[in-house]
């Protein structure tokens, strides 16, 4: 099966940062797009940003110009990188991954997994 790991959540004042990271982990996996959605008291379910296994990368408006993802394809891990932070970015923050399954010489349509969350919390 698949794992999501996420780490690197807290608690900072605005215009402080942090750095959450995720690790998949898995056997015959091929990862499509890795992404960060998070979740606010009273909000929808919101794309934070994602990028894909060649290094193409979206933002929402938010948070263009503060955050910035990344990912290692060898070492499975995304990073999310968020400076400048604002209250309005207290959420719980997810890692998600979209995977193909390999099945002999073939793989499954894409699916897709998540990590149990970790809380952000900007004061101030």
């Known amino acids: 099966q698949v794992q999501l790991v996420e780490s690197g959540g807290g608690l900072v004042q605005a215009g402080g940062s942090l750095r959450l990271s995720c690790a998949a982990s898995?056997?015959?996996?091929?990862?499509?797009?890795m992404a960060w959605y998070r979740q606010a008291p009273g909000k929808e379910r919101e794309l934070v940003a994602s990028?894909?296994?060649?290094?193409?990368?979206k933002y929402a408006d938010s948070v263009k110009g503060r955050f910035s993802i990344d990912s290692d394809n060898v070492k499975r891990t995304v990073s999310l990188q968020m400076d400048s932070l604002t209250p309005d970015d207290t959420a719980v923050y997810f890692c998600?991954?979209?995977?193909?399954?390999?099945?002999?010489?073939?793989?499954?349509?894409?699916?897709?997994?998540w990590g149990q969350g970790t809380q952000v919390t900007v004061s101030s």
């Open positions: 898995g056997s015959g996996l091929s990862i499509d797009v």
């Open positions: 998600t991954v979209d995977i193909r399954h390999r099945y002999g010489s073939g793989w499954s349509s894409p699916m897709n997994y």
């Open positions: 990028i894909t296994s060649d290094g193409a990368s």
